[in-house]
């Protein structure tokens, strides 16, 4: 073998070395969860970020199509364990999701009972107003710091759509890129404000 040979093999594996060894720091396994697992993410949740959601909010796990949903009548927040468990969420995803459903909950509080019930007026009908709504919840979980988390989620939430309703959820939820071009646009602000 030529010298430059021996040296370009040297390089590409010792380049290849390092980008593995990246990956595995930036992506998280896969795993299986317990309810008591999903229970403590959302425990820590509560504490740390959404200590102003009503004391009567739960969590309760429910079989149905979606990942997650949150109800402003019962307060209950519904997750979907099987769902996760058989589409291999990592937790950042898990921890994303959970984020996202709390958010829904503040965005509830912000209105009263009966403005809450006409904020989600036409929900299932309207893509316009389910948009609005999906958003909003987007927006308050990365303005708590759940940005890089909502990526996550998102990934693997468009990863476990069926092909029949793929479409529909492209056009009302956030991509992971929009998210992370928000991410950075806040970014940019506090640092502006930093320096102000
Ligand atoms: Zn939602």
């Not at 070395?17 to 999903?38: E, N, T």
């Not at 970020?49 to 009567?56: A, H, L, Q, V």
């Not at 056009?171 to 602000?189: A, N, T």
């Amino acid at each position: 073998m030529s010298y430059s040979l021996t040296t370009f093999f040297i390089f590409y594996f010792l380049a290849t070395g390092c980008l593995f060894v990246q990956a595995a720091h930036q992506s998280q396994a896969p795993r299986q969860y317990s309810k008591a697992d999903i229970e403590q993410i959302y425990n820590e949740l509560r504490q740390s970020s959404f200590d102003d959601i009503s004391e009567k909010s739960r969590l309760v796990f429910k079989k149905m199509k979606i990942f997650g949903m949150s109800s402003p009548v019962s307060l209950r927040i519904y997750i979907n364990i099987d769902k996760i468990n058989k589409y291999q969420w990592p937790e950042d995803a898990v921890t994303g999701l959970l984020a996202h459903e709390l958010s829904h909950m503040v965005s509830y509080q912000r209105r009263s009972r009966l403005g809450g019930m006409f904020y989600l007026w036409n929900y299932s009908f309207s893509i316009a107003r389910e948009k609005k709504v999906e958003r909003e919840a987007d927006e308050i979980a990365i303005e708590r710091g759940y940005g890089k988390e909502l990526v996550q989620e998102r990934i693997y939430q468009f990863k476990g759509e069926d092909t029949r309703n793929i479409k529909k959820q492209n056009k009302i939820y956030y991509h992971p890129e929009d998210l992370e071009g928000m991410i950075d646009s806040m970014k940019s602000i506090r640092h502006m404000n930093k320096n102000e």
